[in-house]
C-alpha cells in the first residue's frame, strides 16, 4: 500500500502556488535572457605591422571587426567603403580592425594592405585564434559591430548593408 499523499500536494494548492510561481520563475528567466548583452570576446590582435592589438583596448569607441580574404571578391568590394567609412567616423570614435582569415597567405595580405593605403589595423589570423574566439568565423565577408561597452551589437554574414551601419554609428557616435 502507498502512503498518502500529503496535503500540499493535492491539485487546488497545485494550482493555486506551485504553478504560478513555476510560470513567474520561467518568465523571469526569459527577462534576464532578453536583457543580457552579447560580450564581444577577448580578442588579441597581431597586426601586419607586428603589433598586438587588445580588443579591451578600444574600450570606449565604437569598433567593427571586420573578417576577410584577399581571395574574397565581397570583401575586395567592400574595402574601400569601410575604407571610407572609417575616414568619416574614426575622428568620432570609431575603429576597425580587418582580421585575414588563416588561409589567406600574409604576403598577400600586407601588400593589400599597403597598395590600398588601409588606414586602420589589419591582423593576421594565422592561427585561426580570432576566428575561433568569435564563433568559429568561416564565411567571408563577415563583421561584427561592437559598441562603446564591449558588446556585440551586429553579426553581419556577408557584405555591410553601409547605410545601416551609418545610421548606427551616427546615433551611437
Avoid at 24 to 40: D, E, F, I, R, S
Avoid at 94 to 121: G, T
Amino acid at each position: 500500500m502507498l502512503p498518502a499523499m500529503p496535503p500540499i500536494l493535492k491539485k487546488p494548492i497545485l494550482q493555486k502556488l506551485i504553478l504560478p510561481l513555476l510560470l513567474l520563475l520561467l518568465l523571469g528567466g526569459l527577462a534576464l535572457a532578453l536583457m543580457q548583452k552579447n560580450a564581444a570576446p577577448a580578442a588579441s590582435f597581431m597586426t601586419t605591422a607586428g603589433e598586438t592589438l587588445e580588443l579591451k583596448q578600444l574600450r570606449g569607441k565604437m569598433v567593427v571587426v571586420n573578417f576577410w580574404a584577399t581571395s574574397c571578391p565581397g570583401c575586395i568590394e567592400e574595402m574601400p567603403k569601410l575604407v571610407a567609412t572609417y575616414q568619416r567616423y574614426h575622428s568620432k570614435g570609431l575603429e576597425i580592425v580587418a582580421v585575414a582569415m588563416s588561409y589567406d597567405p600574409p604576403s598577400h595580405v600586407v601588400n593589400y594592405a599597403k597598395q590600398h593605403a588601409l588606414p586602420f589595423p589589419v591582423a593576421l589570423d594565422a592561427k585561426a585564434d580570432v576566428a575561433a574566439a568569435f564563433g568559429n568565423v568561416q564565411v567571408t565577408p563577415t563583421s561584427f559591430v561592437i559598441d562603446k561597452q564591449g558588446n556585440i551589437v551586429r553579426h553581419i554574414v556577408g557584405e555591410i548593408d553601409f547605410a545601416a551601419l551609418e545610421t548606427l554609428l551616427a546615433q551611437a557616435l
